[in-house]
C-alpha cells in the first residue's frame, strides 16, 4: 500500500479540485481522497490547463452553457425546455498530465507519465488499460502530454471533416486561441500549403506566426475579399472557424470557394449575430459541417485518433506545450479565469498542484 493511500484510509490527506458553484464562482475545494480501487491507478497530476472557450461558458451569472438553462435529450438528440441537464456545483477539465502515484501493476510502478482528459484535480484515478494507452513518450513534457488527450484530437478530429480537400491548397483559419493554433499546425502538416490565421487580437497574431502561420488582422480589414482577390474565387476551398463567433463563421462562409466547405469548430453561444445566410451561403453553395469531438469523423475513433496526433507531436509537427501558458496555484483558480478575460494578456491558464 502506498503512503497515500495508508493516509487516505486514517483520512489524513485530501485532494485539491476546482468547482463551480451555484453563484458562477470559481474555487479551490479539498475533497478527502478514499482507497485506490483494484484494477485501478491513481494520478498525481503535474498539470492541468483550462480551456478558454468551453470552460468559460459556465462560469458567472450569465453563464450561457445550454446545458445550464435547457433539458438535453440523449435519445433524440435535442434541447428542450425543462429542467436544466447540468446543476451545480460543476467539477470540470479535460486537459492533464501527471504520474502515477500508486498501481497494482508491475508495469505501471510510481513516477510513471501518463496524459488524459481528467479534470482540474490534485488526484484522479484511470483503469490500468487506460493508463497503458495514455503513457506519456519521454520526448514530449508534461506540457506537451496536458493537450494529447483532447485538445489534439479536437484539431485532427476538424481537419478530417475537410475531407483532405485543403491539401495541395491555401486554407484559412479563424480564431487564433488554442484550438485555432493547433489546428492551423495539423492543416499544415496535413497538405495545406499555406495557413491563414485570422484574429483581431495582435499578440495572438504574433504567436501564429511563431508556429509558421501567416497572420493576417481582421480589425479593419476584409479579410475575405483580400483573400479572394489574392487566390481568386476559386483559390481556398476549406476555411476552419475557430473562435466561437458567428461573425467570424460568416466571414469563413464567404473566403471560401463555391461549394467550398466551413468546418465550424467553435462553441457557439446564444443565437447567432452577424450571420447572414441570405449571401454568400446561399449564392455559393457552401458547406457548412461542425467538427465538434462529440461527432468523431467516421475514419476515426478516439484512440486512433490520439495515436494520429501523438505521432504529430513526436514528429515536432506541432508546437503544443510551447504555446504561452500563464501559470496559476490551484488555489488561484478564480485569477486564472480572470486572466482569461484578457485575451491580449493570456492565450491558457495553466494551473499547478
Not at 478575460?341 to 491558464?349: F, G, H, S
Request: charged share 20%; aromatic share 8%.
Amino acid at each position: 500500500m502506498s503512503l497515500t493511500d495508508r493516509l487516505a484510509e486514517r483520512g489524513e490527506i485530501g485532494g485539491r479540485t476546482v468547482r463551480i458553484t451555484e453563484s458562477g464562482a470559481v474555487e479551490c475545494h479539498v475533497y478527502p481522497l478514499g482507497p485506490l480501487a483494484p484494477g485501478m491507478v491513481r494520478i498525481r497530476t503535474e498539470l492541468s490547463v483550462i480551456s478558454p472557450g468551453t470552460e468559460m461558458t459556465y462560469i458567472g451569472r450569465n453563464a450561457s452553457n445550454p446545458y445550464l438553462h435547457k433539458t438535453w435529450d440523449p435519445e433524440l438528440r435535442i434541447f428542450t425546455p425543462g429542467t436544466p441537464t447540468q446543476d451545480y456545483p460543476i467539477v470540470f477539465g479535460y486537459r492533464a498530465a501527471g504520474t502515477i502515484d500508486a498501481s497494482g501493476d508491475a508495469d505501471l510502478p510510481p513516477g510513471t507519465r501518463v496524459f488524459g482528459r481528467w479534470r482540474h484535480t490534485e488526484f484522479t484515478t484511470l483503469p490500468i488499460a487506460d493508463a497503458r494507452a495514455q503513457l506519456l513518450p519521454k520526448e514530449l513534457s508534461f506540457e506537451d502530454g496536458a493537450d494529447l488527450a483532447q485538445m489534439l484530437p479536437i484539431a485532427v478530429n476538424a481537419v478530417a471533416y475537410a475531407e483532405d480537400r485543403h491539401a495541395g491548397s491555401p486554407t484559412v483559419v479563424f480564431g487564433c486561441g488554442p484550438v485555432g493554433l493547433i489546428l492551423g499546425q495539423v492543416a499544415r502538416a496535413t497538405g495545406a500549403t499555406t495557413v491563414y490565421a485570422v484574429d483581431r487580437v495582435p499578440e495572438r497574431l504574433a504567436i501564429a506566426k511563431s508556429v509558421g502561420l501567416v497572420p493576417l488582422d481582421a480589425a479593419g480589414e476584409d479579410v475575405a475579399l483580400r483573400l479572394k482577390r489574392l487566390h481568386g474565387a476559386d483559390g481556398i476551398p476549406v476555411a476552419f472557424e475557430c473562435s466561437g463567433s458567428t461573425r467570424a463563421l460568416n466571414d469563413a462562409i464567404r473566403v471560401v470557394r463555391r461549394r467550398g466547405t466551413v468546418v465550424a469548430v467553435g462553441f457557439y453561444q446564444g443565437e447567432a449575430a452577424g450571420l447572414f445566410l441570405g449571401e454568400e451561403f446561399h449564392h455559393n453553395g457552401v458547406e457548412v459541417r461542425s467538427g465538434q469531438i462529440g461527432n468523431l469523423h467516421p475514419r476515426w475513433e478516439i484512440r486512433a485518433l490520439r495515436a494520429f496526433g501523438v505521432d504529430l507531436a513526436r514528429r515536432g509537427a506541432v508546437v503544443l506545450g510551447g504555446l504561452p501558458r500563464a501559470t496559476f496555484r490551484v488555489e488561484q483558480v478564480a485569477d486564472a479565469f480572470e486572466g482569461l478575460k484578457r485575451p491580449a494578456e493570456v492565450l491558457q491558464a495553466r494551473l499547478s498542484y
